[in-house]
């Protein structure tokens, strides 16, 4: 954050405009050194303070003019410097002030205990609710439900670990925990060695997308919402972001991608949150990739977008129906949307400075026998699993060769 110059003795000389990053609410660093994903809590935010107005010095008066009196040309200059200096305190406050972040302790977990379907694997109660999202960790699979479940495959059976209320539509893993997000901040966190569930709100803004990281996670919803959780706690990680934020990729504290509406896509670098176009102004969903250099985006009407550095360029999907889910794996890129579409992009992911497409991009249409529509797409092992539903059934499908392997559900 820069700080105010002080004002100068004449008036200020006028300065091209510059796109400026949007600066996150970082997490303050340790004194020690810290492993790269690691935030501590922030310090409270200095509020800069006014720039001083400069008191006006009196010029001795001229000749035959009374005690109280200044020449008209003395006046104004006075004046001048009078109205600078207001102003240009006014702007520092203005450009320089930033919402100071309140860490927000996670609640304490609870003991789920998980109680096994009737007939586990094949009874049909379990996908008589809409399915959202899913993660794999080394664990167990889960899939979360919009609107009152959570589901969990262990390699055999389908476990209902939980059947609360509780809407959740976006959901991440790593090796040992899932994170869960929906409407209205909502946040559910479960340690799957532990076999706790934590649940709790960090924000009245609807999450829309989940990136679970080494130490936390960062969330991101609508009116710009973006919130890191490190150390146990939830602070805002953005500010400035107006548009609705749908999906994210995160490779570190400085490094990540975040989509949303009107086409939108911002990169997380060191200064902040750098606005990148991509050439189209639709909804974009998803985002999925190996590194900030290489990534693929989706989204409404059949929209594909391939990363190469900063330039986004559009891959021919062959559809106008919206793409919902994207993921990473090895050089393919595995879509999944409305009408039970499922979309492969050979040779998606490129290095920084190659050509797009390196060699012709190959889109392939792969038929899952369901025309419901599909949200959730991820890879585990040499499996890609997806999720869908349709008004109150739901079906997962493992995937293997690019045929169905299994198939659970009545989607």
């Known amino acids: 954050m820069a700080s105010t110059p002080p004002p100068s003795d004449h008036p200020p000389e006028d300065t091209p405009k510059t796109e400026k990053a949007t600066q ?44 109280g009196a200044l020449p008209l040309g003395y006046a104004g200059i006075i004046a001048v410097l009078l109205v600078v200096a207001a102003v240009g305190g006014g702007l520092a406050i203005g450009t320089l002030a930033r919402p100071s972040p309140t860490p927000r302790p996670t609640p304490a977990p609870t003991v789920a205990v998980p109680t096994r379907t009737p007939v586990p694997t094949t009874d049909p109660q379990v996908f008589f609710q809409q399915l959202s999202a899913g993660c794999a960790t080394e664990q167990g699979l889960w899939v979360v439900a919009n609107g009152g479940a959570l589901l969990r495959y262990g390699g055999k059976d389908w476990t209902q670990v939980d059947s609360t209320l509780r809407t959740l539509t976006h959901a991440s893993c790593d090796a040992g925990t899932l994170y869960a997000v929906g409407p209205v901040g909502a946040v559910l966190i479960v340690d799957d060695r532990a076999r706790s569930i934590n649940a709790f709100d960090v924000t009245v803004e609807d999450l829309r997308a989940v990136a679970a990281m080494p130490q936390g996670a960062m969330v991101v919803g609508t009116q710009g919402m973006v919130m890191l959780l490190s150390g146990g706690t939830w602070q805002p990680y953005a500010s400035g972001i ?77 559809i106008d129906t919206p793409l919902r889910a994207v993921a990473a794996v090895g050089s393919t890129a595995w879509a999944v949307g409305d009408g039970g579409v499922v979309l492969t992009v050979d040779d998606a992911f490129v290095l920084p400075g190659s050509a797009i497409p390196a060699k012709p991009t190959v889109v392939s249409r792969i038929d899952i026998g369901t025309t419901c529509t599909l949200t959730s797409v991820f890879a585990r092992g040499q499996d890609i699993w997806i999720v869908g539903s349709h008004g109150g059934v739901s079906g997962v499908w493992r995937v293997r060769d690019g045929k169905v392997a299994e198939r659970w559900g009545e989607c």
């Open 24 to 67: 996150p609410e970082k997490a303050a660093q340790p004194d020690t050194a810290a492993q790269p994903d690691t935030a501590a809590k922030t310090d409270n935010a200095t509020q800069p303070e006014k720039a001083p107005v400069p008191a006006p010095s009196r010029a001795p008066a001229p000749p035959g003019s009374g005690d």
């Open 242 to 318: 107006e548009e609705d934020l749908n999906g994210l990729i995160v490779f570190g504290l400085e490094s990540a991608w975040i989509v949303g509406s009107k086409g939108v896509s911002y990169r997380l670098e060191v200064a902040g949150w750098r606005p990148v176009k991509t050439g189209v102004d639709v909804t974009l969903r998803a985002i999925a990739g190996p590194s900030a250099g290489t990534a693929v985006a989706v989204g409404d009407g059949g929209t594909i977008l391939a990363l190469s550095g900063l330039t986004w360029t559009k891959v021919e999907s062959g």
